[in-house]
């Protein structure tokens, strides 16, 4: 196992919708990104676990989401052409955790996206997202070798909206932020299957 970083995914309002705040806030659209380069001249299959720890519904907000996975989106460009890969989350018996497993080519570099499904349009209506957790990457034995060197580089990236069905760009209200998050040894792993 490699921890990579935690991950914070949001679709739910910037500040509390009462008093002032409420006039003031947005809503924020928070995904996870993950650069991955391969520096090695072979493939390598790769596997992203994503642990997340899901609203206590019986303790809290019985309508928190997420309630499983199906409530996530993601995606894998691998092509650099925002071809999005068939690759999908398969979670694994512990109910917490999904993998997500690929073919990286051999020199190449693809981006992973864990975001809320803002394709749910109940998901959007309801804006009451927030799941937070950490990925671990696995090297797998069907790749061009038992060691693997890659570049990782993971970031939030985030867009606020007042509205995002508004008929003209001042009612949606756009803005942009993204940061990176803290990974151990300067982004570079070393990877074993074993």
Do not use: W
Not at 5 to 28: D, H, I, M, W
Not at 42 to 53: E, Y
Not at 110 to 115: M, R, V
Not at 168 to 185: C, E, F, H, M, R
């Amino acid at each position: 196992m490699t921890l990579v970083s935690t991950f914070e995914v949001l679709l739910k309002p910037q500040l509390p919708p009462v008093g002032v705040a409420a006039k003031l806030s947005r809503k924020v659209i928070q995904g996870y990104f993950l650069t991955i380069a391969n520096v090695n001249f072979f493939p390598v299959t790769l596997s992203l676990v994503f642990t997340v720890r899901f609203p206590d519904t019986a303790v809290g907000d019985p309508t928190a989401l997420p309630q499983n996975f199906d409530d996530f989106l993601e995606a894998l460009d691998i092509t650099g052409l925002n071809e999005i890969s068939s690759a999908t989350l398969v979670p694994e018996f512990v109910n917490n955790k999904a993998r997500l497993t690929f073919t990286l080519p051999a020199n190449a570099t693809g981006l992973i996206l864990l975001q809320a499904n803002i394709l749910n349009p109940a998901l959007r209506a309801g804006a009451n997202f927030e799941a937070r957790g950490y990925v671990e990457i696995f090297l797998s034995s069907l790749s061009g070798s038992d060691t693997a060197t890659l570049i990782l580089t993971p970031e939030h990236r985030g867009t606020f909206f007042k509205d995002i069905d508004g008929a003209t760009p001042d009612k949606v209200g756009l803005d942009q932020i993204a940061y990176a998050l803290p990974v151990s040894n300067g982004g570079i792993f070393r990877l074993c299957n074993s």
